[in-house]
């Protein structure tokens, strides 16, 4: 009998740890921390989470997400989505809002699908994201548009070329990328021609980042080919450039980056050269789609 009792308390020990492990929540913090234990307590501005080790206090500001059920298995890929605010219920049903109070028994959501104010009990709540998120970048490639102007000095003073080129970005971790610029025009008026074919490789460095907003600094190399008989440019020659500049991400298009840059920039076509210090180039203005 003693022989029997003896793996049946230990079955029942174990099913008691298994039934707290399954009752424990889950908390993603915006700094990609997970913590699990069990919340004893909501406060105006924190939640209280009682883990194996510590009693520990949570700003909501810095959490991402709260699973209750452990429902989410990839908290990585589940931080990397755009910025939405999302109550996941136990029945199925997505609400996106506001939570404007929140409490052991109910959490009231001000309905972003114009619902009105909801109040949901604590108990009926999957998981929740938080209302803001950081944009994750490593391996996503872009293709995209540049808007950019070359300047060069010719016998009749600075000669200007805005360009639009074709631009393939990748980035090889979340804050190192790299950028392919392509550039070709051919035209003809008032019996004078233009071409112009210009490739620019750049590489940058994020250096910060504001939930979905991408600060960043680098330099470029680029081979430029230009023939224009109005001005008497002709030749190939390099170029060389820094910059500095940021991307912004949005919600509702979380695929696309729009990006505005300053720089300066320094390049030479056979015997003309010219160096620039502007707020509106190199580029002024791009766009990415990211996949």
Do not use: C, W
């Amino acid at each position: 009998m003693k022989k029997l009792f003896k793996p049946i308390l230990f079955s029942i020990i174990s099913i008691f740890f298994l039934a707290l492990n399954l009752t424990a929540e889950t908390i993603v913090l915006e700094n990609e921390e997970v913590y699990q234990g069990t919340i004893t307590k909501y406060n105006k501005d924190s939640i209280t989470l009682e883990t194996d080790s510590e009693s520990k206090e949570i700003p909501y500001m810095e959490i991402h997400l709260i699973d209750y059920l452990g429902s989410v298995k990839d908290y990585q890929n589940e931080i990397s989505k755009p910025n939405v605010f999302t109550i996941y219920l136990k029945n199925g049903e997505v609400i996106e809002g506001t939570i404007t109070q929140f409490s052991n028994e109910f959490i009231t959501v001000e309905s972003a699908a114009g619902h009105g104010v909801l109040q949901l009990p604590t108990a009926s709540i999957n998981f929740i994201t938080a209302i803001k998120s950081r944009m994750k970048m490593d391996q996503r490639n872009g293709i995209g548009y540049v808007q950019k102007k070359s300047t060069l000095n010719s016998a009749g003073g600075i000669t200007n070329y805005a360009s639009d080129q074709l631009s393939y970005k990748m980035f090889f971790d979340n804050n190192l990328f790299g950028n392919v610029l392509l550039a070709y025009g051919n035209a003809s008026y008032a019996g004078a021609d233009l071409s112009i074919f210009a490739v620019d490789y750049r590489m940058g460095l994020v250096f910060d980042q504001v939930q979905d907003i991408l600060l960043y600094y680098g330099g470029s190399i680029g081979y430029l080919q230009i023939n224009d008989s109005a001005s008497g440019v002709k030749g190939t020659g390099t170029s060389l450039g820094a910059f500095i500049g940021v991307e912004m991400f949005f919600s509702t298009l979380p695929n696309f980056g729009f990006t505005g840059e300053i720089g300066y920039r320094i390049q030479k076509a056979g015997n003309y050269d010219a160096s620039d210090l502007s707020l509106s180039t190199f580029p002024s203005f791009s766009v990415h789609y990211y996949f």
